[in-house]
């Protein structure tokens, strides 16, 4: 899975520079000060190329980021030296698998953003990342976490999606093509990516799949199993209860 961010990695802002980072890492903040409200660490897992961790550490917390792709590693490192001095001072990024990653130091919060469960494909690796989260917290720190919502997925039904995106240098378009395995809870999202520079009009096409799972509330309860209790689902960016038309939920969980 770390080759393909590698790769994904270099359009990785282009394709989601439309993605609302700010409205996110807000709505994640409220959270955290309504139940810990003198939260001041927090590590993400999948931090990517570091733009939660960005917007995080301008409110004032001190945000470590662990990514395995080598080359968002060095995105996120590189958003580092643009910042300010003091909010740069609060931000930190490393190498490290979500299923092992240990920082040797405890946080008030531990976040994952953009589906990252999601890509815990198989009970193993969902076990390890809870387990993960849970040696970072003390008693009644939080772990908050968006996913794929199981019954909104087998309502709506993925489909073919296609985004069209450029920028002074390249062209890109990105062809979505979805594959169910209705007895894994998972999706294989089959991506086609054309990518053109417009200065020599040359072309490359990248193929890459992301295989992800999509979960539901009873089954995330088993791995809360001794180490997190639920506090609140909702659907995501909202306040509303996890429903039919919420593809993506958001879990916040309180370490025991």
């Known amino acids: 899975m770390s080759q393909v961010f590698d790769t994904y990695a270099h359009y990785y802002d282009l394709l989601y520079r439309d993605k609302d980072y700010a409205g996110e ?22 931090c990517g190329t570091g733009a939660h961790a960005e917007h995080l550490a301008h409110m004032g917390y001190t945000v ?7 080359a968002m590693f060095a ?8 910042l300010p001095p003091e909010v740069a001072a609060r931000l930190s990024f490393g190498l490290g698998d979500v299923r092992t990653v240990r920082t040797g130091k405890t946080y008030d919060a531990v976040i994952s953003l953009f589906h990252v469960m999601s890509y815990q494909t198989i009970n193993a690796d969902l076990e ?14 939080l772990f908050l976490f968006d996913f794929w919502y199981g019954p909104a997925v087998l309502t ?15 062209k890109v378009t990105r062809i979505a093509e ?27 096409q990248i193929k890459e799949t992301h295989q992800m799972r999509y979960l539901f509330l009873p089954e995330l309860q088993c791995y809360c199993a001794g180490r997190f ?22 879990q916040i969980l309180v370490r025991v």
Not at 128 to 141: D, I, K, N, Y
Not at 229 to 250: C, E, I, Q, R, Y
């Open 25 to 46: 890492s807000e709505y994640v903040a409220a959270h955290i000060r309504k139940q810990v409200p003198q939260a001041k660490r927090i590590l993400e897992l999948g």
């Open 64 to 70: 470590h980021g662990v990514d395995m792709s080598d």
């Open 75 to 82: 995105r996120a490192e590189a958003r580092k030296t643009s």
């Open 128 to 141: 390890a990342a809870f387990e993960t989260a849970s040696v970072h917290l003390q008693p009644g720190g």
């Open 156 to 170: 709506q039904r993925p489909d073919v999606r296609v985004k069209r995106l450029e920028d002074d240098e390249i």
């Open 178 to 204: 979805p594959a169910m395995h209705v007895n894994e809870n998972m999706v294989d999202v089959n991506y086609t990516v054309l990518i053109e520079e417009k200065a020599t009009g040359q072309m490359e």
């Open 229 to 250: 209790k639920k506090s609140a689902s909702h659907a995501w960016m909202t306040s509303d209860p996890l429903n039919v038309d919420a593809w993506s939920g958001f």
